[in-house]
């Protein structure tokens, strides 16, 4: 199974390096971003945490159309929601190698009016991969609470718009945050 890792696009900007083998498959990591204007930052600093105990859900994609971007409004508004009683955070990376699919992804995000801006980064680390193969993923959501990782799932553009499974994520998002 091939993974893609290059650019991201980060809907809150943050920048650092991490190799695999610093990290472990149940726990949250944090890796460099940079913002539109080359600050570095890492992504603690980008979901404005101080460590992963508070619950936080990253969204990483490989394309940003309509349905892409519905997924990530949803999100914004449950953690909108969260925030302040539960430090509920969220991140968004845009996964490409592309400068010129960057600079667009990154306008469509700013048009979507979320309340992260956007940043990329080089290289994510192995447990925040997309999986390349042939159900062609085009977004992994990984949320984590109490510094472990408790969902992470990847859907395909055809389950992207299967209202029930978006519904699903969300609902298991919600029940994370419940825990």
């Not at 394309?63 to 302040?84: C, G, H, P, T, Y």
């Not at 969902?151 to 029930?164: G, I, P």
């Not at 499974?165 to 029940?175: D, G, P």
Request: glycine share 4%.
């Amino acid at each position: 199974m091939k993974t893609l890792s290059a650019f991201a696009i980060v809907l809150v900007l943050i920048p650092g390096t991490l190799s695999a083998q610093e990290t472990d498959e149940k726990t949250p990591v944090s890796f460099p971003l940079r913002d539109f204007d080359e600050n570095e930052s890492t992504l603690k600093k980008l979901l404005r945490i101080e460590d992963f105990s508070k619950p936080g859900v990253l969204i990483l994609m490989t394309e940003a159309d309509d349905q892409v971007l519905s997924l990530v409004r949803n999100f914004d508004r449950v953690v909108i929601k969260n925030e302040e009683e539960k430090g509920t955070s969220l991140a968004v990376v845009y996964l490409s190698n592309d400068e010129g699919a960057i600079e667009v992804t990154g306008k469509k995000l700013a048009s979507a009016k979320l309340r992260r801006k956007g940043g990329f980064a080089d290289e994510v680390p192995d447990i925040y991969k997309i999986s390349t193969d042939e159900r062609a993923n085009v977004v992994k959501v990984v949320a984590w609470k109490d510094s472990l990782i408790k969902l992470s799932q990847e859907m395909t553009a055809e389950e992207l718009k299967d209202a029930d499974a978006v519904t699903n994520i969300l609902v298991e998002f919600l029940s994370l945050l419940d825990e």
